[in-house]
């Protein structure tokens, strides 16, 4: 095993990862699982690096075999879950909020029970339906649909291309919403149901499995799919992506750009790999180094530079047995990731050292 790994065992198998985004302190990630049984479980793992261990604490989630997780930034007892339901012959997908309890000072490995999250705050959610986005505002007692986006691939119902997933862009004042459909993607301006802002036609031959936005860099994207491609787009020139790997020797399920320094991307496929590259060339790193992107962290001539490393991959994590379908960075720590395999197991590695000390010295 890495030295610089640490593993976390499920009972049950397991799709779905994201880290609590709400919790600024500590590293800390929600996992839930896949499982044909009657009840389901969403784990809360926290990270200690100085002690080397893990601790975590479990709740039932009795709705289903979750698919997704999707944890809120402003509140981190506020998670979305994505999940299947039997009724019948037929699946059906359905979506819940969810909320942790206020008291998490139960012993470890104690279940507790989430809880519906009563509708109040005011906030926008967003959830791919079929070949619609459906965009709704959480008011008082009651959601409203405030944009609904329909698309097809030739004008005929009959060949409809549904969505397969979507992500909010880190940009446009919140107003950007991107969808994957079979081998594309297109981004919408919520604001008006037949506004299409952009999309890039045929990015992967097969079917594209992920995205991830740039954080510091307006219109780059990272795509990754079932043809084992990642690639990097700018949105203003979709003919072609202005980076690619092909490192990866199957479907590629899952990618992520570094928040910190986005010159590194995290990929993980059902080749049971997760890989680390690095995409300097085309990241916000190559131009604040060059002093001509100040903006885009905030902090113009006072901001921190950092050295860009060789584009190319950095290292091949290969402690997962089954294939990988999410990793993730921590929202609190640079160096830190998840990654999550079908069987159940979590894997918290770093980024070598060697790459870390070249970036920051």
């Known amino acids: 095993m890495d030295e610089n790994s640490l593993i976390y065992g ?5 799709r779905a990862l994201t880290p ?10 929600f996992i839930a699982t896949n499982s044909l049984k009657p ?46 339901v039997q009724k019948g012959a037929q699946v059906q997908a359905h979506a819940a909020l969810l909320t942790l309890p206020e008291d998490l000072s139960l ?16 906030q926008t959610l967003a959830c791919v339906v079929d070949n619609k986005v459906a965009v709704m505002q959480r008011a008082e007692a009651s959601t409203r649909v405030v944009a609904d986006v329909p698309v097809t691939s030739t004008g005929s119902a009959k060949h409809t291309v549904p969505f397969t997933t979507g992500k909010w862009s880190h940009h446009h004042q919140g107003h950007q919403f991107l969808a994957l459909h079979d081998c594309s993607l297109s981004a919408y301006d919520v604001r ?14 097969q079917m594209v499995r992920d995205l991830d936005c740039n954080p510091n860099k307006q219109c780059h994207l990272v ?7 990642l690639r990097i787009w700018d949105c203003r020139m979709p003919k072609a992506p202005v980076f690619e790997r092909s490192d990866h020797s ?5 990618v992520r750009f570094n928040t910190f320094h986005d010159q590194l991307v995290l990929s993980s496929s059902s080749d049971c790999k997760v890989l680390l590259t690095c995409a300097g060339s085309v990241s916000s790193e190559t131009q604040a180094q060059a002093g001509l992107d100040g903006a885009h962290f905030g902090g113009g001539e006072t901001e921190e530079r950092h050295k860009v490393l060789s584009d190319g991959l950095l290292q091949t994590f290969d402690q997962h ?31 070598p050292k060697q790459y870390k000390y070249q970036i920051i010295f």
């Open 10 to 14: 499920l009972e049950l198998q397991a």
């Open 250 to 254: 199957h479907w590629v399920w899952s």
């Open 192 to 205: 008006d149901t037949q506004h299409c802002a952009w999309s890039i036609s045929d990015a992967h031959s």
């Open 321 to 351: 047995e089954d294939s990988v379908y999410c990793a993730e960075w921590s929202n609190v720590d640079p160096w830190i990731f998840a990654s999550l395999s079908y069987d159940g197991r979590v894997i918290i590695s770093k980024v």
């Open 107 to 122: 012993p470890d490995g104690q279940e507790l029970k989430s809880e519906y999250l009563p509708w109040g705050q005011e």
């Open 39 to 84: 009840t389901n479980q969403l784990h809360l793992i926290s990270y200690d690096e100085e002690q080397g261990s893990i601790q975590s604490k479990v709740f039932e989630h009795a709705l289903g075999e979750v698919w997704k997780l999707n944890s809120c930034p402003h509140n981190s007892r506020l998670l979305a879950s994505v999940y299947n």
């Open 20 to 29: 609590q985004y709400g919790e600024s302190n500590e590293v800390c990630f």
């Open 223 to 229: 795509t990754g799919g079932d043809d084992g491609y």
